[in-house]
């Protein structure tokens, strides 16, 4: 099975703070993708990946960037952090074969 | 653009009671859908999913859901509810074709199982 990987469970950073959050697959998937997730919103898509250096915006991009140097590594980057960007954050690949998630374990960042 | 949309934020039921947790979809083609769930402290876990198949599916820890394109619904069920069955389930939509596997998801619904 697939494994996707998010380097950090918990972090807390300070406002202004430029965040790196870190996501890498072991298979080859090329669909990666970040998500946020709030009570009662559910998960809104930031960004995806399609492939190395392809990337494109999803629903909520603004104040978020990306990186996609290499096919397992994607990573979401906080340019200056805001107390309103204080969420969960949920890294996923897709299977081409039936579209299904795997998701990973999420990262929780608060901003102070 | 294509929308989920979970009624009842909150559901609560008595164990061995009856589990529905109600989804509906946007999309004038059918799409991929699927239930994922949330345990406390956890990631998301795949539940069940449908892709055009069967319109019944059936999925892990005896929850299925019909796929009703009549009614654009996706709605989960359980016969009898476990205590273990308490957690956050989400119902999400793939429009398939060059959307690239992105999925939208619905809100969220919180199951909560009483004694």
């Known amino acids: 099975d697939v494994k996707v990987t998010q380097s950090s469970r918990y972090l807390v950073k300070r406002t202004g703070e430029k965040v790196f959050l870190e996501c890498v697959q072991d298979?080859?998937?090329?669909?990666m993708f970040w998500y946020r997730q709030d009570p009662g919103l559910g998960l809104r898509l930031i960004y995806f990946s399609y492939d190395v250096k392809m990337k494109e915006k999803g629903d909520i991009p603004e104040g978020y960037s990306v990186s996609r140097e290499k096919k397992e590594r994607f990573s979401l980057i906080l340019e200056s952090a805001s107390t309103n960007q204080t969420s969960m954050y949920l890294c996923?690949?897709?299977?081409?074969?039936?579209?299904?998630?795997?998701f990973g374990s999420g990262t929780r960042l608060t901003v102070v | 653009a294509q929308s989920v949309t979970q009624l009842g934020s909150h559901v609560s039921v008595s164990e061995g009671a009856l589990v529905l947790l109600r989804c509906n979809y946007s999309?004038?083609?059918?799409?991929?859908l699927f239930w994922y769930v949330q345990y406390p402290n956890q990631g998301l876990q795949l539940l069940l999913k449908y892709t055009s198949a069967a319109t019944l599916v059936k999925g892990i820890n005896g929850f299925e859901a019909e796929f009703k394109k009549s009614e654009t619904s996706f709605h989960l069920t359980k016969p009898s509810a476990h205590m273990s069955d308490a957690a956050e389930y989400f119902c999400a939509a793939n429009a398939g074709g060059t959307s690239y596997g992105k999925l939208t998801f619905g809100q969220g619904t919180i199951l909560t199982v009483h004694p």
């Open positions: 999309s004038s083609v059918p799409p991929y």
């Open positions: 996923a690949i897709v299977d081409r074969a039936d579209y299904g998630y795997t």
């Open positions: 298979m080859d998937h090329e669909n």
